[in-house]
């Protein structure tokens, strides 16, 4: 059963990369027509709620830095851009764990309410002011299950929550259910394809992973075979880990756009000096080539066009080397 559910799955996954192929000529003739815009990263901040009595106004300080930041940007850039990406956790740090403060505390629900009505309404009135999508992660809960945790990537715009996109099996606090593990149950609630989900809006089909789900090529592939255009990164890196020949990578191989926003330090109550990062924010073409880029102990933000039609341009150019046979690694997951 297993092994026909999976052949099902390559033939969908190999006619649709068929369709793409096939398309490549038409979509050239129409790429006049498809989206070119900014885009932008941050480097920036967070800081970490030093105990549960401090979370709600440490929460409220980096939302109101995030809007600080935006409108920064906004001020500095022509064109203003329509995307941007946020490093991970800018609302309660990816060091929440150290101050003591519980999980169930510091999850939130992106689903029963609308985001406009609590700690994301100044990020989404931003996004209205300037008509752009703003990605970031936070600590989740759902009501349909008390005992699940994400970590979540997430899209907020004009209209409020744009995706919601949990970890699938990257590492992350212990508290963090993966949806390896609980993948049949999660769809059941949320749907067959909710897990790494793509949307379409006006500037493209953008997704969202987290940190490392960028580390496992397939993760990006999935997305690619979605339909992704652009995949808005949200992270935190270390410099044990390649990240910039991996970011390359998934750029060239799925002939996305890969945007990453990567923390530069987190900010202590008894260090305001702070914890630095390693990695950097960048932004990688369909190509492979980065566009943009700031890392070390650097912050700010970097900023690059986005034209759709350069996907176009990749997929002919270098598709019939890049995109798989699919057929051929079916036994790679009929495990």
């Not at 997430?154 to 996109?165: A, K, N, T």
Request: net charge negative; charged share 25%; with cysteine.
């Amino acid at each position: 059963m297993q092994r026909r559910k999976l052949l099902k799955a390559v033939t969908a996954l190999t006619a649709a990369s068929m369709t793409k192929a096939s398309g490549i000529m038409a979509a050239e003739s129409e790429s006049s027509s498809r989206p070119s815009y900014s885009a932008a990263v941050m480097r920036v901040p967070v800081l970490v709620p030093p105990s549960e009595d401090a979370l709600a106004d440490i929460r409220r300080k980096n939302a109101e830095t995030m809007v600080d930041a935006i409108e920064d940007l906004m001020k500095k850039s022509d064109p203003k851009p329509r995307v941007i990406v946020f490093p991970v956790l800018q609302y309660t740090s990816a060091r929440r764990a150290v101050s003591g403060v519980p999980m169930s505390m510091v999850a939130v629900d992106l689903v029963s309410e609308p985001l406009d009505q609590g700690i994301f309404a100044p990020v989404i009135e931003a996004c209205r002011r300037h008509n752009c999508y703003v990605a970031t992660s936070t600590q989740e809960k759902v009501p349909q299950k008390e005992d699940w945790f994400f970590h979540t990537g997430f899209i907020m715009g004009p209209e409020g929550l744009v995706l919601r996109s949990p970890k699938a099996q990257a590492p992350s606090a212990p508290a963090v259910a993966y949806l390896r593990d609980i993948e049949d149950e999660y769809k059941s609630i949320f749907g067959e394809n909710s897990i790494m989900p793509v949307v379409k809006t006006p500037i493209g089909n953008l997704a969202c992973f987290v940190e490392g789900e960028a580390e496992v090529l397939e993760a990006s592939r999935l997305l690619a075979s979605k339909g992704a255009e652009v995949i808005l990164h949200t992270s935190l890196e270390d410099d044990e880990i390649p990240w910039r020949a991996l970011k390359q990578a998934i750029g060239f191989q799925c002939h996305v756009y890969l945007l990453t926003g990567a923390t530069s330090r987190m900010i202590y109550a008894d260090n305001p000096a702070g914890e630095w990062a390693g990695g950097a924010s960048t932004i990688v073409g369909p190509d492979g080539q980065v566009l943009a880029e700031k890392g070390g102990q650097q912050e700010g933000f970097v900023v690059a066009d986005i034209n759709l039609a350069a996907i176009d341009d990749a997929r002919a150019k270098f598709g019939r080397n890049t995109v798989p046979a699919w057929g051929l690694y079916t036994d790679l997951y009929d495990q």
